[in-house]
């Protein structure tokens, strides 16, 4: 049986970012593995031609996680045979896609030793995971192999660059495999249906206030109604004093009809509230005039 050829792997920008900031900071070169899953993804453009077949679906693998060890020879020997004593602790119940390796002023081509390291990963039995949107029962064994490394001409400026491969067992050689860079917008809307949370949500305490709360709210909306009142009690004190808010408002709607005495009684502490004031005035004026007066003389 042949195995799954992957159309393509999808990385997420903020972990490539991550590991790239991890292998840079490293002092010396380092290895790793690589977590997610894998999943046939529609197309996201269908032809408008209905006699047209409809295409396949691909396989894409979504890398999610990595883990990054100090050194090299991390889970294998020398010679690249993976010891699964060494590597089981490290997986914790995560699927695992693959391995990484970043090093400095080399060729961007797998080496003899990363191919053996592959080539033993893909041998172990129990670390194949299940495709997700697949028809069948299809696994996936981890064959992935991701490479980190810097020029060798280029010494002072900090360059990085990286290639995907996945290990073909019936040729025991790599094939190249292309990168899709994970972002926001509509051309990546199809990468999100197969990402599936790996934490639970956190606890939210969504329970209702008290009663004692509540009341504290009512009362509060009392005083501050009270308060309003009296402030617009003043300001009608100041033109009409004696008429109360509950007064004037009965002379607005359909009683006012029953209420013209009231209004007429508005009217004439008015005029009253006027007519005094005109007379202050007339005084003032006459006393300002007296005093003009006695100054020219």
Not at 53 to 74: E, K, M, N, R
Not at 110 to 121: D, F, I
Not at 223 to 242: R, T, V
Request: glycine residues 4%; charged residues 20%.
């Amino acid at each position: 049986m042949d195995d799954l050829v992957l159309q393509k792997i999808a990385i997420s920008g903020p972990t490539l970012a991550s590991m790239i900031q991890r292998l840079s900071s490293s002092p010396a070169d380092v290895d790793g593995l690589l977590f997610g899953h894998v999943t046939y993804i529609a197309p996201s453009t269908l032809p408008d031609d209905s006699a047209q077949s409809t295409p396949d679906s691909q396989l894409v693998a979504t890398i999610s996680g990595f883990l990054s060890f100090p050194s090299l020879l991390s889970f294998y020997d020398s010679l690249g045979r993976v010891d699964p004593s060494r590597l089981t602790p490290h997986l914790d119940r995560k699927t695992l896609l693959g391995w990484f390796s970043s090093r400095r002023n080399t060729a961007l081509r797998p080496s003899m030793r990363e191919s053996s390291v592959t080539h033993s990963l893909f041998s172990i039995p129990n670390l194949s995971l299940p495709i997700q949107n697949a028809n069948s029962n299809s696994s996936f064994n981890p064959s992935i192999f991701l490479l980190f490394t810097t020029p060798a001409h280029d010494k002072f400026i900090q360059t990085n660059q990286y290639r995907a491969f996945q290990f073909q067992s019936p040729k025991l050689s790599f094939s190249p495999v292309s990168i899709d860079i994970v972002n926001i917008g509509p051309a990546f809307r199809g990468h999100y249906g197969s990402f599936s949370p790996t934490s639970p949500l956190p606890f939210l305490d969504c329970e209702l206030r008290n009663l004692t709360a509540m009341h504290e709210d009512r009362n509060e909306e009392n005083l501050i109604g009270m308060k309003q009142a009296s402030k617009y009690q003043s300001e009608l004190d100041l033109n009409a004093e004696g008429l109360t808010i509950e007064r004037l408002r009965r002379l607005i709607g359909p009683e006012a009809v029953n209420y013209t005495a009231g209004l007429e009684d508005l009217y004439e502490k008015m005029l009253s509230k006027i007519e005094s004031l005109a007379r202050h005035v007339e005084a003032s004026s006459a006393k300002v005039l007296e005093q003009t007066h006695s100054g020219a003389y």
